[in-house]
């Protein structure tokens, strides 16, 4: 599900998380089945139980970060985040931007500059809206918006290429992969390829 300096997440069935250390093969193993229990309507929000995740690094207090969001049955989205440092879950108190209220089918965030981003859309139109960005330090939300010559495409994936956050779409076979080469600068949104192959379902850098 997801990989921040060297650790990774897995998903256990059926409401587990798993934190595991592949360099000294420890492992530990997280419960969010209280999370899910919170969920009133999932079936008119998420019929899979899926719940949006970010899994990422807190350098100010030295600690790794799973957070997961969950609505309530005003479909209004809440946080609680598990401290590896303190082995225990936390109620985050930040507020969900009311315009950036629902997420597209990619539930995992991605870590990148001490911040979780997911790809969201506005809840109101359904069209792509933004990149979501969730500070670990500052435990508040900020939003990116994206190229204006993406939205309301899909379908749309948000990835990191390069240590830059990128995003990639296909259309009439043609594969588009753009990168904001400075962070947090929507002017800086470039096309740097069109690639004349079938969908990428996941797009790496190595």
Not at 22 to 30: A, D, M, Q, R, Y
Not at 78 to 92: A, E, K, Q, Y
Request: glycine share 6%; with cysteine.
């Amino acid at each position: 599900m997801g990989s921040c300096r060297g650790f990774l997440l897995f998903n256990e069935q059926p409401h587990f998380l798993v934190i595991w250390n592949p360099l000294t093969g420890s492992s530990k193993i997280i419960s969010y089945s209280h999370i899910v229990s919170r969920i009133k309507t999932p079936r008119s929000i998420n019929p899979d139980h899926k719940v949006p995740y970010g899994f990422g690094f807190d350098a100010s207090r030295d600690d790794y970060l799973v957070v997961l969001s969950w609505p309530d049955n005003y479909n209004q989205h809440h946080l609680d985040c598990f401290s590896l440092r303190t082995n225990s879950w936390i109620h985050l108190d930040a507020a969900l931007p009311k315009s950036m209220g629902t997420w597209k089918q990619q539930f995992y965030g991605l870590f990148l500059h001490g911040a979780i981003h997911w790809l969201c859309y506005s809840s109101k139109d359904y069209i792509d809206d933004g990149i979501l960005i969730f500070d670990l330090k500052e435990r508040s939300f900020s939003k990116i918006s994206m190229p204006k010559q993406l939205v309301g495409c899909s379908p749309i994936n948000l990835t990191i290429l390069g240590g830059c956050l990128a995003l990639y779409w296909y259309h009439d076979h043609i594969t588009e992969i753009w990168v904001m080469k400075e962070y947090k600068v929507p002017s800086s949104w470039i096309l740097i390829c069109e690639i004349d192959k079938p969908l990428f379902y996941n797009l790496y850098c190595v």
